[in-house]
């Protein structure tokens, strides 16, 4: 079984149009988190909820919207898509997130192509 | 603001050499700090998780050795094989749900 799975794995999609990632986690974590990774590979923390609710929001647009439905689910909605938001998406969840020192687990990514 | 910088960017060696990835960081005020594995198209593999307590841990013929005080870790790989050939992240999270990553290594292990 796949700890962290999140879909669709591939998007391709014109601009303007508004698409959703779905991520789902069955190792029974509370914290959850949404990460982008650009062209040039980086990294980046977008949104982070723990017990369903939202701790981070970096900087992000707000034309991306996460919900959790539960503590095993996060989505991630984009409305009004750009080129820019072309990357690869990472779902990742980990067992308690403050101060707990924990192993962060990271689905496979929804790579996004907008054109 | 935390900072993770690995160096270097891209590393080629032949199978069965040694080798030392490097992660810094300018907070020295982290809880913990791990290392990952990407491999192409795939999400990232957790290999190593080291404490701000600890100064290093062991898997295998990986070795991550951590030193605070200076805002360093290592990632020592010991016998590379091709198989070793991945991207390596460095991440470190200074408390809170906050995790900063560096931009990676890419390593090829040539057979």
């Known amino acids: 079984d796949t700890a962290v799975s999140q879909t669709p794995k591939y998007l391709v999609t014109q601009m303007g149009n508004d698409k959703s990632i779905k991520c789902e986690q069955n190792?029974?974590?509370?914290?959850m988190y949404w990460y982008k990774q650009d062209s040039k590979k980086f990294l980046k923390i977008m949104f982070s909820?723990?017990?369903?609710?939202?701790?981070i929001n970096e900087t992000v647009p707000n034309r991306f919207s996460p919900k959790s439905p539960d503590k095993a689910h996060l989505n991630l909605h984009i409305n009004s898509l750009e080129l820019g938001d072309s990357a690869v998406y990472f779902c990742?969840?980990?067992?308690?997130?403050?101060?707990?020192?924990?192993?962060?687990?990271f689905g496979e990514g929804s790579w996004l192509t907008v054109v | 603001k935390q900072e993770v910088t690995q160096i270097p960017a891209a590393l080629s060696v032949p199978e069965g050499e040694n080798l030392v990835l490097n992660c810094s960081f300018t907070?020295?005020?982290?809880?913990?700090l791990q290392w990952f594995r990407q491999d192409p198209g795939k999400g990232l593999t957790s290999l190593l998780l080291?404490?701000?307590?600890?100064r290093e841990q062991t898997s295998g013929r990986l070795n991550a050795s951590l030193d605070k005080s200076s805002g360093r870790s290592t990632l020592y790989i010991a016998a590379s094989q091709p198989g070793d050939s991945a991207t390596y992240l460095c991440?470190?999270?200074?408390?809170?749900?906050?995790?900063?990553f560096g931009a990676g290594t890419r390593l090829f292990v040539k057979a």
């Open positions: 190792l029974g974590h509370d914290t």
């Open positions: 909820y723990n017990n369903k609710e939202l701790i």
């Open positions: 991440a470190v999270n200074g408390g809170g749900f906050k995790t900063i």
């Open positions: 990742a969840s980990s067992p308690k997130g403050r101060n707990s020192g924990n192993t962060i687990y």
């Open positions: 907070d020295s005020a982290i809880y913990n």
């Open positions: 080291i404490q701000s307590s600890q």
